[in-house]
């Protein structure tokens, strides 16, 4: 696989797509253009969010001996300064579109998608990267959950729409249990760097506990959305994926074992996501 492409990370992609999809399909009539130009912020902050963490973390040092995908910095495939570089791209993709979008809909979306940009870099980032100090998840949550799901919504429909808001809470719940997966994988390591996570705050066993939280709300509240759209039920097809992964996340697994965690996670948004789109286009 070329380099570049592994360094989007591809299986945490399904976090920027799901949104998008749930929050178009929401709406009464699709403008496939304003569709696209979500997707492509949301796709380029993704991607740019994950070459910004190669860069960081590889000039840091913390990737250094890394259990999961191979690193473009941590590895030697690429230079701290090109991988930088890469990310800054997609940073402008992601604002020359949120800007595009922003003049065919409202100017309001100009600031939030300036502190998006700030987010995504901040990330692991700058001085004080709050990816350090355990604020990954609620930022995941708000950012790849709340605004995307509800900005894709609201550029279709001119409009804050409650059923949005509570759809974009299992979205936001599915993005976070990606990124507690890959750091409880990363737990000992992060430990060693000084890499202050969730996970490496709050413990192994208690990382597990919130990750299978996440699984439970995302999967009762795409099941309530049945009270405004029958065909929500069609959800719960994917529930045996989601006991499955509750259930090998309890086990214990660790390191190496915990990567087809992440793809299961990832390809469970991805399903459920689809599922509660097309139940809403329905």
């Known amino acids: 696989m070329n380099k570049w492409i592994m360094g989007t990370r591809p299986k945490t992609l399904p976090a920027a797509i799901s949104p998008v999809l749930v929050g178009t399909a929401l709406a009464t009539e699709i403008n496939w253009l304003k569709a696209a130009l979500a997707l492509t912020v949301s796709l380029s902050l993704q991607i740019a969010v994950n070459y910004a963490n190669d860069y960081s973390d590889g000039v840091r040092g913390t990737d250094k001996n890394r259990v999961g995908p191979t690193r473009l910095v941590g590895s030697e495939l690429a230079t701290a300064k090109a991988v930088k570089i890469a990310a800054l791209i997609c940073l402008a993709i992601a604002a020359v579109a949120g800007l595009v979008l922003a003049l065919q809909t409202t100017l309001w979306l100009i600031p939030i998608g300036a502190i998006s940009i700030l987010a995504a870099w901040g990330y692991t980032g700058g001085a004080k990267p709050y990816g350090y100090f355990g604020f990954g998840e609620l930022s995941v949550f708000i950012f790849f959950g709340v605004i995307a799901t509800v900005g894709s919504n609201y550029v279709q429909s001119g409009e804050i729409n409650t059923q949005a808001i509570l759809l974009s809470i299992p979205i936001g719940a599915l993005a976070c249990a990606i990124l507690v997966m890959n ?39 795409c099941v309530y959305a049945y009270t405004f759209n029958s065909f929500a039920l069609l959800t719960l097809i994917w529930l045996p994926l989601t006991i499955s992964n509750i259930r090998r996340v309890l086990q214990g697994l660790t390191g190496l074992d915990l990567i087809p965690m992440l793809i299961r996670t990832a390809r469970l948004q991805l399903l459920l996501s689809f599922t509660l789109g097309l139940a809403l286009f329905l």
């Open 183 to 221: 750091n409880l994988r990363d737990l000992p390591l992060d430990k060693l760097a000084n890499k202050r996570t969730m996970a490496v705050r709050i413990g192994d066993r208690k990382t597990r506990y919130f990750y299978v939280g996440l699984m439970v709300i995302a999967q009762i509240i």
